[in-house]
Nanobody
């Protein structure tokens, strides 16, 4: 049974928007740093954005700054990625990640596909 389940991917035209969601279960959600990664065909998986537990510090890759926003809701155990002004180069499988460095646990979702094309 998956600890992280993503949703919200799909096909969108360049310039459009998508909202990815990741729902967690059976983890101490508020303790985890949450992140979205992506992997395009033939490329390595890369960090898109992250948000820490406790103080909600965020970090975004330079390629998505100003376009993508990560947020979390500890009550609902969800982390979202709002993606605006999408470009064809944003096309990839997007993965949700939860990591608790202190205890050495890490989980991945199964991924959701985002395709930006006209």
């Amino acid at each position: 049974q998956q600890h992280l389940v993503e949703s919200g991917g799909g096909l969108v035209q360049p310039g459009g928007s998508l909202r990815l969601s990741c729902e967690a279960s059976r983890i101490s959600f508020s303790q985890y740093t949450l992140a979205w990664y992506r992997q395009a065909p033939g490329k390595q998986r890369e960090l898109v954005a992250s948000i820490t537990g406790g103080d909600d510090n965020t970090h975004s890759a330079d390629s998505v700054k100003g376009r993508f926003t990560i947020s979390r809701d500890n009550t609902k155990k969800t982390v979202c990625l709002i993606m605006n002004s999408l470009k064809p180069e944003d096309t990839a499988d997007y993965y949700c990640n939860a990591k608790w460095i202190l205890v050495g646990t890490e989980y991945w979702g199964q991924g959701t596909q985002v395709t930006v094309s006209s």
